[in-house]
């Protein structure tokens, strides 16, 4: 059974950390990356990394967000620093033994977690 289950959302100041994580199984997941979307817009990508550990971030998010990936543990993290209200949102892990699309693209994932609620207040 394919399972992607996020934790750690909640509520921060504005230049505040939080820390996400997201635990898959019942797949190879060879490409994981990080959703996220606010009331009124679209699912956007965060940040993506590869098996071998390559990454990709959005420009939005670029030099505060790390992500990462424990192999033998099939867990995904993220580590949000100096966080913006704008970053206020539901993000979602995201997970795929293959890409046929870019790794920021939302088509770009078969499996998905049902998301945790971050909130930045000012």
């Known amino acids: 059974q394919v399972q992607l289950v996020e934790s750690g959302g909640g509520s921060a100041q504005a230049g505040g950390s939080l820390r996400l994580s997201c635990a898959a199984s019942?797949?190879?997941?060879?490409?994981m990356a990080w959703f996220r979307q606010a009331p009124g817009t679209e699912r956007e990508g965060v940040a993506a990394?590869?098996?071998?550990?390559?990454?990709i971030y959005a420009d939005s998010v670029k030099g505060r967000f790390t992500i990462a990936k424990d192999n033998a543990k099939n867990t995904l993290d993220l580590q949000m620093n100096s966080l913006k209200p704008e970053d206020t949102a539901m993000y979602y892990c995201?997970?795929?033994?293959?890409?046929?699309?870019?790794?920021?693209?939302?088509?770009?994932?078969?499996?998905w977690g049902q998301g945790t609620q971050v909130t930045v207040s000012p």
């Open positions: 995201a997970g795929s033994p293959f890409l046929i699309r870019p790794a920021l693209t939302e088509g770009a994932y078969r499996y």
């Open positions: 990394i590869t098996q071998a550990g390559n990454t």
């Open positions: 019942g797949f190879s997941a060879h490409f």
